[in-house]
């Protein structure tokens, strides 16, 4: 089981496969970040919380003309985030103690608006990409 704070780097240098379920596009070349399709998600264990907790994740949208990404997230299928991914940087929200439970947790990343880099001519990479991730992180809400 997990406890608070709980951390998880992305890229192949860091260590979210331990977490990763369905949706987390590897790539041995991208060190410091992986890119997700229109959904991903993040199973672990976490221990009983008391409190109310702070979720940040540090992202890059593609950067191509006219693609404005977003991310909404959901924990056991309850919605606690949205957030317009316009630049990169770190997103952040409170997640109330009412929706948190020990045990079992998913974590699910919805990116509507995934696209192929090729479809809009900025690369040859054909995969269909949301955002990439560099860091997630779970501290108590003060």
């Given amino acids: 089981m997990s406890g608070i704070p709980f951390s998880v780097q ?17 790539d041995n070349n991208d ?7 229109h959904i991903a998600k ?3 264990k976490m221990d009983f919380i008391k409190n109310d907790l702070i979720l940040k994740v540090d ?6 003309r006219g693609v404005e990404q977003e991310l909404y997230v959901f924990i056991n299928g309850v919605f606690v985030a949205f957030w ?15 929706l948190l ?18 479809d809009l001519g900025v690369s040859q990479d054909q995969r269909t990409l949301g ?12």
């Avoid at 060190?31 to 399709?37: E, I, L, N, S, V």
């Fill in 101 to 118: 439970q020990s045990g079992d947790w998913l974590v699910t990343f919805l990116m509507p608006k995934a696209i192929c880099p090729r």
């Fill in 10 to 26: 992305f890229g192949s240098l860091g260590d979210y496969r331990l977490w990763a379920g369905d949706g987390w596009l590897h």
């Fill in 131 to 142: 955002v990439a991730f560099r860091s997630l992180s779970l501290s108590p809400a003060k």
């Fill in 84 to 98: 317009p991914v316009l630049n990169a940087g770190v997103q952040s929200t409170r997640i109330e103690t009412v």
């Fill in 31 to 37: 060190k410091q970040h992986t890119w997700t399709g």
């Fill in 42 to 44: 993040l199973r672990f």
């Fill in 59 to 64: 992202v890059i949208p593609l950067a191509a």
